[in-house]
């Protein structure tokens, strides 16, 4: 089941992956990752539904919080927390 994004989620930054597909919204969302200081929070926008996978697999493995997803008109909204 997919975790929902709390609705008052504060942005620090929001990376456009709609159209890509795996790998490339993961290797964009590392490299965004990296100019955030922690406790950052990145929006992901995508349209590659094996995100909903790689992102909280890869935040796990890497020590960032998934805090959830939001489905949008076409596409899903994904939050990441700076860890």
């Not at 290797?27 to 950052?40: R, V």
């Not at 926008?45 to 094996?50: A, E, F, V």
């Amino acid at each position: 089941m997919s975790k929902i994004a709390p609705d008052d989620v504060q942005v620090d930054n929001t990376l456009d992956a709609k159209g890509l597909s795996c790998p490339m919204p993961l290797l964009k969302t590392k490299k965004e990752m990296g100019k955030l200081s922690a406790g950052q929070v990145l929006e992901v926008l995508g349209t590659d539904p094996g995100s909903r996978n790689d992102l909280p697999g890869w935040c796990e493995k890497s020590g960032h919080e998934f805090l959830g997803e939001k489905e949008d008109d076409g596409f899903i909204r994904f939050y990441i927390k700076k860890g």
